[in-house]
């Protein structure tokens, strides 16, 4: 019974082991997929789409209700005076028609008047708790700015989109690379085990008697340059690794493996290098458009500024005034409530508005600029992208073809000194030109597939 849950463990544990490796093998779209979900720069940007909801939100809320509560309780140890006109109080000339002939109010009438007299009011313990509903019945801007909302939830959704885009260039170029790179390695792989073999029936040969001493150097010399070159490469392979991983958002210390391809049907496959150039598949035009939009808008906002803004509140409150602090809770409270409708317009402001309403109309007029150049730069762009795809695609051309024919002159001159009439001089000319050739067809393979690239950007066709 042990030895059988042994048994399945070893084969869970294997089962793991193997979907785990599995889960490293990358092909380009898993490289762009992981990107999409764990790169820094598509998260900034889906933070700042959410950010503008939330200020979408902030917009919508100015023109909802508005609701405060409030209360308040003040002590005033020193209750504060007001100074008012003494004959304010005096009503000695309402009782002239009684005739007083008293010696006290006699003398009284003979004393000088004062001009002020001082008097206090309120009592020293107050309190009041109110409640204020407000609603925004007309504001232009704030409309307008409603309006803006969808154009400003379009313009966070297309920079997120370029950033998308940018990011599946750079992760494209950077996967390539790394394909390029180990293909490299897998050449200089087979020339050195090539010579291996060589170097090996050289030295039987040598055993023999039928080959020179020299011979066999020549051959492990070549081989040792070729396991230098192998280890320079390789420490480029592992920069071409990291770089891959950091443009996907991966930490660097991660295992990769790519399970991907590149040869020349790869690069001619779903070539358009007859289309036409269409400036609205081009996610910078959308950007620009959108920023034309919310430049009018902006316009609109400054233009129907000198309307009145209009708005309403209701509000109520209760307060009480007393001299001993335990008749807050028992003396009756005094209700109060309003409704008030208030409205404001602007009369003149300097001409501050008017030159706002002229700098929003300057900057459509630099938008619709900054729309032709962009245009004119995408026809640069698409131009150079589509001579760079051709000249990359008969220069592939002809590396194949020169890889072909060095491959003959190395089978030729393998098959003379095997019969023994060739050197292993014309063996060692040979290889050398056929790993040139292979070399070179690689850095074009790589340059074609980053023209390709760079190609369907200017086109707008990397989705």
């Known amino acids: 019974m042990l030895k059988r849950y042994s048994f399945f463990a ?34 900034g940007a889906l933070l700042d789409e959410q950010l503008q909801l939330e200020k979408n939100k902030e917009i919508l809320g100015i023109a909802r209700p508005q609701v405060s509560a409030s209360g308040q309780f003040q002590y005033l140890f020193v209750l504060p005076k007001q100074r008012i006109d003494a004959g304010a109080f005096d009503f000695s000339s309402s009782l002239s028609f009684f005739k007083i002939d008293t010696q006290a109010f006699i003398e009284y ?86 010579l291996q073999s060589l170097e090996t029936m050289t030295s039987k040969l040598f055993d023999e008697g039928f080959a020179e001493k020299i011979d066999a150097d020549r051959l492990t010399v070549q081989k040792n340059n070729l396991q230098t070159e192998k280890d320079k490469i390789r420490n480029l392979v592992d ?141 640069l762009e698409s131009s150079n992208a589509r001579t760079q795809l051709k000249n990359s695609l008969m220069s592939l051309e002809s590396q194949q073809k020169n890889i072909d024919l060095a491959q003959k002159v190395f089978t030729i001159a393998q098959k003379k000194y095997k019969e023994g009439v060739g050197t292993n001089i014309e063996i060692l000319q040979a290889e050398t030109a056929l790993k040139d050739a292979q070399t070179n067809y690689f850095n074009s393979l790589y340059e074609a597939i980053i023209a390709k690239i760079d190609f369907k950007k200017s086109l707008g066709l990397l989705k």
């Open 109 to 194: 009438q003979k004393k000088p008047k004062e001009k002020y007299s001082e008097a206090q009011f309120g009592l020293p313990l107050n309190v009041s708790a109110g409640i204020q509903a407000s609603q925004l019945l007309f504001d232009a801007g704030v409309f307008v700015a409603l309006k803006a909302r969808k154009s400003l939830e379009e313009l966070s959704a297309l920079n997120t989109k370029r950033t998308e885009e940018e990011l599946r260039v750079s992760v494209s170029k950077a996967y390539y690379n790394c394909i390029i790179a180990e293909k490299r390695i897998a050449l200089l792989d087979e020339n050195i085990n090539l």
């Open 239 to 379: 920069l071409s690794y990291a770089l891959l991983k950091f443009q996907m958002g991966m930490p660097l210390q991660n295992n990769i493996t790519l399970n991907g391809d590149l040869n020349i049907d790869e690069v001619k496959k779903d070539l358009e290098l007859d289309r036409v150039t269409d400036y609205n598949n081009r996610v910078e035009m959308n950007l620009l458009q959108t920023v034309k939009k919310l430049n009018s808008y902006d316009e609109e906002r400054y233009q129907k500024g000198y309307l009145p803004t209009v708005a309403a509140v209701v509000s109520g409150s209760y307060a009480t005034q007393t001299i001993a602090f335990k008749e807050l809770f028992t003396l009756p409270y005094f209700p109060t409530g309003a409704f008030v409708l208030s409205a404001s317009l602007p009369i003149y402001d300097g001409n501050t508005r008017r030159a706002k309403m002229h700098q929003a109309r300057i900057n459509i007029l630099k938008n619709d600029n900054d729309m032709e150049a962009f245009k004119q730069a995408v026809d």
């Open 10 to 43: 070893l084969v869970l544990l294997l089962s793991h082991v193997a979907l785990a490796q599995e889960s490293n093998s990358y092909s380009l779209e898993d490289c762009i997929r992981y990107a999409m979900k764990n790169q820094t720069k598509i998260k």
